[in-house]
């Protein structure tokens, strides 16, 4: 098949690139700054000559949206809106223009659109979308407005030949550095990888290699459309969540962290401490419903199956 990942040079779309390539489809990547072969350049905004490689081709996977790994300034979360809601609208554009338009347009999300709490797991059918939870800084809600907006700027493409996801997607734990595993095992190996304020908010998380599975279940799968949750069935709270990755390390001990200290923590990491902080307790009801089986279920044997391939090196990138 023919697959085209706007926005495929980051961590997922590196993820799925390499794996969509091994399984022998063609896979084409629009970015700002090409620099492979089969990567076009585009701008996430306007239409252009990289909209011929979406006419004729199977499958969009859209991914394309500003990274997260950053400070949530006013301007940094409005270049996160902007960056996912304009490429997610011109990639419709495209979609509506082409001759023969892809039969399926994955779209990027984001599990961050459920609410932070303790009490109960977020499924798509009876989750409670955020923004309006007590006692949480305000520009939470702002980040749940932004997975709203670029979910309805699919929904609003006009694309009648083309089936539509929105993969509301949890962390994707990977051995490649620079994400969010790379992050946290660092972490730990520092002895740093104990409870953030208390540690009861929860973890969700899915093995790069289930991410994979899963859009692949998806493609293959012709009756699902709209929002599903890509997150393994288990979420756990970050205390355990951190016990689990420390023991598969070998690292005994991790300090913890009160709510004052994770802010100099995100602030030397160049990111934001929601990301710490917020009880993302989401659970992937669309996918069991439909028969999908996951590898890795359970995080202490995904932290046990990363930190193998993160030790064996070079094995992970095959």
């Known amino acids: 098949m023919k697959i085209v990942i706007p926005g495929g040079t980051g961590q997922v779309g590196t993820i799925l690139t390499r794996a969509l390539t091994a399984a022998g489809h063609d896979i084409v990547v629009l970015t ?19 909209a011929e490689e979406i006419d004729g081709s199977d499958i969009v996977i859209n991914l394309a949206g500003r990274s997260v790994s950053c400070r949530y300034t006013p301007a940094n979360l ?25 039969r399926l347009w994955l779209q990027m999300s984001t599990a961050t659109v459920y609410a932070h709490r303790f009490d109960a797991p977020n499924d798509e059918a009876t989750g409670v979308l955020g923004g309006t939870e007590p006692g949480v800084p305000g520009y939470w809600a702002y980040s749940v407005e932004i997975a709203k907006a670029w ?13 539509k996801v929105a993969m509301r997607s949890a962390m994707v734990m990977s051995p490649d550095r620079g994400g969010v595993f790379d992050v946290l095992l660092r972490l730990a190996r520092l002895g740093l990888g104990g409870p953030v304020a208390g540690g009861a908010q929860y973890v969700s998380w899915i093995h790069d290699r289930d991410f994979v599975r899963a859009v692949e279940f998806l ?3 012709d009756d699902l459309v709209g929002p599903v949750n890509l997150a393994a069935p288990a979420p756990l709270t970050q205390r355990a969540f951190m016990r689990a990755l420390r023991a598969a390390w070998g690292v005994p001990v991790g300090l913890p962290a009160t709510k004052w200290m994770a802010e100099i923590g995100a602030f030397a990491l160049r990111s934001d401490t929601e990301l710490l902080l917020k009880s993302r307790r989401v659970v992937p009801g669309r996918l069991l419903e439909a028969g999908f089986a996951f590898d890795h279920d359970r995080w202490p044997g995904a ?16």
């Open 32 to 50: 700002r700054r090409p620099v492979r072969d089969r990567e076009i350049r585009w701008d996430g905004e306007t239409l252009g000559s990289w």
């Open 78 to 102: 409005q270049a996160m809106m902007d960056s996912r809601v304009h490429s997610t609208e011109v990639v419709g554009q495209a979609i509506t223009a082409a001759a023969r338009p892809p």
């Open 151 to 163: 979910e309805r700027a699919q929904e609003r493409a006009e694309t009648p030949r083309t089936r």
């Open 219 to 221: 493609a293959d799968r």
């Open 303 to 318: 932290a046990e199956d990363l930190v193998r391939r993160r030790r064996g090196g070079p094995e992970y990138t095959r």
